[in-house]
């Protein structure tokens, strides 16, 4: 009777067992939810990516075309900084390179950024990052030793493997050079 007393008014009692069923399959249904829960979330953000991007894995700013071979003063030169154009140029040893291709070393976020629209050969030949060594006015390099001459040099071969030569860097006194387009490289680096 006291079983037709606990029916008449209050819910039926659940054993354990029918308890944990009802909540949620326990401790291993939790998981098994969170699991879908990430791979849902992985899945829109790759759909989101594939989108933003156009189809691409990763998302890569468009090439800027070839930049014609021409000479620059140290005042053309300091536009292609990455903040003023997004095109990034360097010098070394009087030699201009475009460095665009290496935006994450001399872009403005870069650790080598501060050499980006700058004649960087002292910075090179002395291994220093601050902006400080580097000249606002053209730098003949007179002052530097013959280990720290030799290191700018070792520097100059390395960005002429590695990057695009677009000119000289003027001297105050220089006139800039004619280019065509058949003209080689070798040529003008013969000239330095």
């Given at each position: 009777m006291a079983d037709d007393v606990e029916g008449e008014g209050a819910a039926p009692a659940l054993d354990e067992?029918?308890?944990a069923g009802m909540a949620g399959f326990g401790?291993?249904?939790?998981v098994f939810n969170v699991c879908l829960l990430l791979l849902a979330l992985l899945g829109v953000y790759r759909l989101y990516w594939r989108?933003?991007?156009?189809?691409?894995?990763e998302c890569k700013e468009p090439a800027l075309p070839k930049m014609k071979k021409r000479d620059f003063s140290l005042e053309q030169l300091r536009e292609y900084d990455g903040l003023h154009n997004p095109r990034l140029l360097l010098a070394v040893n009087?030699?201009?390179f475009d460095v665009t291709k290496g935006k994450k070393f001399y872009g403005p976020?870069?650790?080598y950024g501060i050499f980006a629209g700058r004649d960087a050969?002292?910075?090179l030949a002395t291994f220093c990052l601050d902006k400080e060594a580097l000249r606002d006015e053209f730098d003949d390099l007179s002052d530097l030793s013959a280990v720290q001459m030799e290191s700018v040099r070792e520097w100059e071969m390395q960005f002429m493997e590695k990057y695009d030569y677009i000119g000289r860097l003027l001297k105050p006194w220089?006139?800039?050079?004619?280019?065509t387009d058949e003209e080689d490289v070798k040529e003008h680096s013969k000239q330095d």
């Open positions: 067992e029918e308890a401790v291993g249904g939790l989108r933003r991007c156009g189809g691409e894995t009087g030699k201009v976020d870069g650790p050969s002292r910075g220089d006139e800039p050079s004619e280019y």
